[in-house]
């Protein structure tokens, strides 16, 4: 892939954490750090396009998303969130209590 030299300005917390990046081997420069968020964002960005395809099909066939629907949506998003948070939890104080043991 062709490379492009840019100048770019950014927040003083972003840089340190990107050079922190550097320092800690997670890649080989601020470059790369700074390309690997930008593939992340075009990533993200397509998945976004996609979604909203998706979404105007589905309100073509079926009309708009009602208040109701986002709210009822919402709730179930928060509910699956909290759950998983959760699991999280679990999962972490069981390997903590494993770690623990494997100490002694």
């Given at each position: 892939m062709t490379k492009e030299r840019v100048t770019i300005t950014v927040e003083v917390d972003l840089l340190n954490h990107a050079q922190s990046a550097v320092?800690?081997?997670v890649c080989r420069s601020v470059s790369e750090w700074i390309g690997k968020a930008m593939e992340e964002q075009l990533a993200k960005d397509a998945r976004l396009?996609?979604?909203d395809e998706l979404i105007a099909?589905?309100?073509?066939?079926?009309g708009?998303?009602?208040?109701?629907?986002?709210?009822?949506?919402?709730?179930r998003d928060?509910?699956?969130?909290?759950?998983?948070?959760?699991?999280?939890?679990?999962?972490?104080a069981e390997w903590q209590r494993l770690q623990a043991q494997q100490a002694k």
């Open positions: 320092r800690a081997g396009a996609a979604m099909e589905f309100e073509a066939e079926g708009p998303f009602t208040d109701e629907e986002i709210a009822g949506q919402t709730q928060q509910e699956a969130s909290a759950a998983l948070r959760r699991e999280g939890e679990r999962r972490l």
